[in-house]
């Protein structure tokens, strides 16, 4: 079993959908849980990033984390094709050096 | 502007020869990183470095090798024993002491 696990999608929504990406996880130590977005063979872009539990809000974006249940999602409100991307789940522990465990990804498509 | 630089973007190797991989960084993190990006498999990291001099073997360092003499500098050499090294190859940066790393826009390397 993969320490964090991903959805590979695609994801396919229309314009202004709501989306849903989640990342499960095995490790409880993880306290540290971040969301990049990866365009076509461009490098990953980090979009928001929490520690511990709870939620966050940046504009159209929400992360949550949910530590009793190993689960964390990002939302997107409004989406817009330029949306469509891959987005990767990341998470660490809270111990000397900071290793991330990566998600393998979810490929979201948003039509316009 | 601040940022990470990978060079170059797309690379061609014939068996048997070795590459290197540029990357540098001008947001004065002490810390490098570099990762391999293959299809269905997600990041896995291949080598670190938390400070001038000194790196650590990630998950699949066999078939690589680094050098750190410059804070900003983190070059990636792809030897001929690296058995499989057709993949995207990404490099990333933090501050010591958070996971928050950030990353460069990767480069493809292709074995012919």
């Known amino acids: 079993q993969k320490e964090v696990e991903q959805d590979p999608g695609p994801l396919s929504v229309p314009e202004g959908a709501i989306v849903s990406l989640n990342c499960t996880y095995s490790n409880s130590a993880f306290q540290y849980f971040m969301w990049y977005r990866q365009y076509s063979r461009k490098g990953p872009e980090l979009l928001m990033y929490t520690y511990s539990s709870g939620n966050k809000e940046d504009g159209r974006f929400t992360a949550q984390v949910d530590k009793s249940s190993k689960y964390i999602s990002l939302f997107i409100r409004d989406s817009q094709p330029s949306d469509s991307a891959t987005y990767l789940c990341?998470?660490?522990?809270?111990?000397?050096?900071?290793?991330?465990?990566f998600g393998t990804g979810t490929r979201l498509l948003v039509s316009p | 502007d601040g940022g990470i630089t990978q060079s170059p973007k797309y690379l061609f190797r014939k068996e048997g020869q070795n590459v290197t991989l540029s990357c540098e960084q001008n947001l004065n993190h002490d810390a490098m990183y570099w990762y391999r990006q293959d299809p269905g498999q997600g990041l896995r990291l291949i080598y670190y470095?938390?400070?001038?001099?000194?790196?650590q073997k990630g998950d699949i360092a066999e078939g690589y090798s680094v050098s750190r003499e410059k804070k900003e500098s983190f070059p990636l050499t792809v030897t001929s024993a690296q058995k499989n090294p057709t993949a995207f190859y990404l490099c990333?940066?933090?501050?010591?002491?958070?996971?928050?790393?950030?990353f460069g826009p990767g480069t493809r390397l292709t074995v012919l």
């Open positions: 990341a998470m660490s522990t809270f111990t000397g050096f900071q290793k991330l465990v």
């Open positions: 990333a940066s933090s501050m010591l002491g958070t996971p928050i790393q950030y």
């Open positions: 470095s938390q400070i001038v001099n000194d790196f």
